[in-house]
Structures are given as structure tokens and as C-alpha cells.
């Protein structure tokens, strides 16, 4: 995420998806921390890739996750 528009990009879609209880967008850091209980990993994956950018890495439950 290089730029508002990208952020805004995950924002939306992170926005969009149910279940999550938490989330956060931070452009300075290019990251995105996702809370949830009930939404699988893979899902919250995906709705990320679609919307263009790349995951560099990925942790749940203090593990770390392919992408």
C-alpha cells in the first residue's frame, strides 16, 4: 500500500466483510491487522488479494501463514 488509494482500497473490502471484530488500515506501516473469531484465515486472505495488492506476510494466532 503506496498510497491512500490503496489503503482505502483494503479499507473497503475489510469493511465489507462480516464477522471481523476488529481491523486496522495503517499506510505509514503498509500493513493491515485483522481481528476475528469466526472468519477463517483464507477468507480475510483473499478479500485482500482482490483488491490488487500484495501480501508480503501474514500471522494468525502468533503463527506465521503462507500467503
Given amino acids: 500500500m503506496s498510497c491512500s488509494g490503496c489503503s ?3 479499507d473497503r473490502v475489510l469493511k465489507k466483510t462480516e464477522g471481523l471484530s476488529s481491523y ?3 499506510l505509514d506501516s503498509q500493513s493491515a491487522d ?3 473469531d469466526t472468519v477463517p484465515y ?3 486472505l483473499e478479500k485482500i488479494k482482490k483488491t490488487g495488492k500484495t ?3 501474514a500471522e494468525a494466532d502468533g503463527e ?3 500467503v
Fill in 34 to 36: 485483522v481481528y476475528t
Fill in 55 to 57: 501480501v508480503k506476510g
Fill in 42 to 44: 483464507e477468507t480475510v
Fill in 8 to 10: 482505502g482500497a483494503v
Fill in 64 to 66: 506465521v501463514m503462507a
Fill in 24 to 26: 486496522s488500515v495503517d
